[in-house]
């Protein structure tokens, strides 16, 4: 997945992914706003997903905890989210930029047709 994240207190992301599932790749757009943090970075995350045992379950609203820092090209983070239909994504990201961020968002995900 690759995203975009701005945060001053309040923060805004934005990107794209693949999902891999059962041997086929599915586009995905995503899109978040939330709280907590300062700063900006570009994000490339990638990660295990759990409790997905069809495809419809995957698009939807997410609730995501996340907490990591860039300095430059130097980064650690990850990334949770959870929809309610019980679908969660762990997430190992590496960030570029000038970032803290600790907190939480409300996030979209959509699939490209």
Known sequence: MSMFQAAFIGSGSGGSGVLSF???????????????????????????????????????????????FAFGTTSAGQLWLQNNNGVIMHLHASRTGLILSLGADAVLITMNQ
């Open 22 to 68: 059962r041997g086929r790749s599915y586009p995905f757009n995503i899109g978040g706003a939330g709280i907590g943090g300062i700063g900006g970075s570009s994000i490339q995350a990638e990660g295990e997903v759990y409790g997905l045992d069809d495809i419809a379950r995957f698009p939807g609203t997410y609730a995501q905890g996340r907490v990591g």
